[in-house]
């Protein structure tokens, strides 16, 4: 049962959290806890901490609780035998799966696919699904390159294994930073970190590939104000993704190329329709791969299940990577990225089954509670609040922007950006910040009208505050 609304007691983070988080210190390098969480008391929208501090949550665990806190139908999932024996007895999918579990990706992860895909693997997390869905596109890159052979030369497979080529290719995916703002956020393995471009602290003192990034549209807001200035972003932006193509041909050709409907860790930076259109259009020209990381905007909250729907794409992307709210990761993809080879595309466990009997759960709430529906309508009270509120303090906030309960706004300053959310929190929101100066909405699809107004009345008094 949810609390009436936010309750705080102490100080924030208060002195049980602050005991946890020096216990956890002489453990592992854990500086950025923010909160314990007390998992008992947190309900719906609301997340309880370890000092019986209560506050609305619109950050959800960096946008990965689909249903908010110990949702009824989650806390019963695991209430049969076969669930519980899902749980107990983890397989390696990749090679004795339970006589259940072609039923399983069809029933729950292929019934939800992004319009026109009907393969799916499933993965462990966000980079993982990432750095898989790169090896699928070098895969069948290479294929194609050997004119649909699928044997390997002796010397492919012996420079294979000293990581040179031809056996490791001089190949790249190519990923996307807007000239002045944080750009694209993929994961923080190896693959997926050489094609983040958000933060340095990420990648600081580990090696990466020297991989081709091109711009990102920089829009200025609101839209229909600016509706020129943003067609010239697309422009420029689309214009530097063929002349990477064209520089990076000879020195390291791109298989694949990345990129977030919304930037999501880069500031939410938007593009347009046409943007992705035309960026589309590309990769088929140049036999490149598009991948679409729906990591942070997939299952529901901009509105539709998946963000790149809005795009009106005339054919599905090439691969659909995902992870956060769909609970396991995993990505979609079209027959010709399936590998030719078992044991190419593969780990211990490729996945998890006990999290598709969660999924299975979320996926009937959301049509039986028609979430979908409840994010366009929340997310409208949403963002008509935040346009009335940069418009009454226009010195401390602005460019609002977003899609569904996905919504943003910027900052005047990245010292007012700490200081709102800091003041947020000690208020009883969870919010986030990301990007340069931006905060970022990421409430769970059960987020309601009242909890929006609730949260807007928060907002307001802190803004009044500072
Ligand atoms: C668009 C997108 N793609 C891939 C990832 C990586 O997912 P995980 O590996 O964290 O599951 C993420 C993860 N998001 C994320 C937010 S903060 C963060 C971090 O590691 O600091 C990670 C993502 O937003």
Not at 50 to 70: C, E, K, R, W
Not at 87 to 116: E, I, Q
Not at 215 to 236: G, T, V, W
Not at 428 to 452: D, E, M, N, S, W
């Amino acid at each position: 049962q949810e609390p009436p609304g936010p309750l705080i007691k102490t100080e924030i983070p208060g002195p049980k959290s602050k005991q946890l988080l020096k216990e956890m210190m002489d453990i592992q390098q854990c500086g950025s806890v923010q909160l314990f969480a007390n998992l008992e008391k947190s309900a719906g929208n609301y997340f309880a901490d370890a000092d019986g501090n209560l506050f609305l949550d619109v950050y959800t665990q960096i946008s990965s609780i689909p249903l908010g806190y110990n949702h009824p139908a989650l806390l019963n999932a695991f209430r049969s035998d076969s669930e519980v024996r899902a749980l107990v007895n983890r397989p390696a999918l990749g090679v004795f799966p339970s006589d259940d579990w072609p039923k399983k990706l069809r029933d729950v992860l292929l019934s939800v696919a992004p319009p026109g895909l009907q393969h799916v693997m499933t993965m462990m997390c966000g980079a993982c699904s990432n750095e898989n869905a790169f090896k699928a596109a070098f895969i069948l890159y290479c294929t194609r390159k050997r004119g649909g052979k699928t044997t390997f030369t002796d010397e492919e497979m012996k420079t294979a294994l000293l990581n040179i080529p031809p056996g490791a290719p001089d190949l790249s995916i190519m990923s996307f930073k807007g000239l002045n703002s944080s750009g694209a956020f993929h994961g923080r393995t190896f693959g997926s970190l050489a094609t983040t471009k958000s933060k340095a602290i990420h990648k600081l003192d580990f090696p990466s590939f020297e991989w081709p990034v091109a711009r990102f549209p920089e829009y200025k807001y609101p839209l229909e104000e600016f509706r020129r200035e943003n067609e010239q972003q697309d422009k420029e932006c689309l214009a530097d993704v063929e002349e990477q193509f064209d520089r990076w041909e000879k020195k390291r050709p791109i298989a694949g190329v990345i990129i977030e409907p919304i930037q999501a860790e880069g500031g939410d930076n938007h593009a347009s329709p046409e943007f992705f259109q035309e960026l589309q259009k590309i990769c088929k020209r140049r036999g490149a791969a598009l991948i679409i990381d729906e990591v942070q905007t997939g299952c529901g909250p901009t509105g539709k299940m998946w963000c790149h729907e809005h795009f009106n794409l005339p054919s599905p992307p090439d691969l659909v990577t995902f992870s956060k709210k769909m609970l396991t990761g995993g990505f979609y993809f079209k027959p010709e990225y399936l590998s030719p080879q078992p044991l190419r595309i593969f780990n211990t466990w490729m996945g998890d089954p006990s999290k598709l009997v969660m999924l299975e759960q979320v996926i009937k709430v959301m049509k039986t509670e028609r979430l979908l529906q409840l994010v366009e309508e929340t997310g409208k009270v949403l963002k008509s609040g935040l346009h009335a509120l940069e418009t009454e303090f226009p010195f401390m906030i602005n460019s609002v922007r977003g899609r569904g309960t996905f919504l943003a706004f910027d900052a005047a300053t990245p010292e007012l950006q700490d200081k709102i959310v800091k003041t947020l929190k000690q208020n009883g929101v969870l919010g986030g910040a990301c990007g340069i100066c931006t905060i970022r909405l990421r409430p769970a699809l059960i987020f309601r009208p009242k909890h929006a107004e609730l949260f807007l009345e928060i907002l307001r008094n802190t803004l009044r505050q500072l």
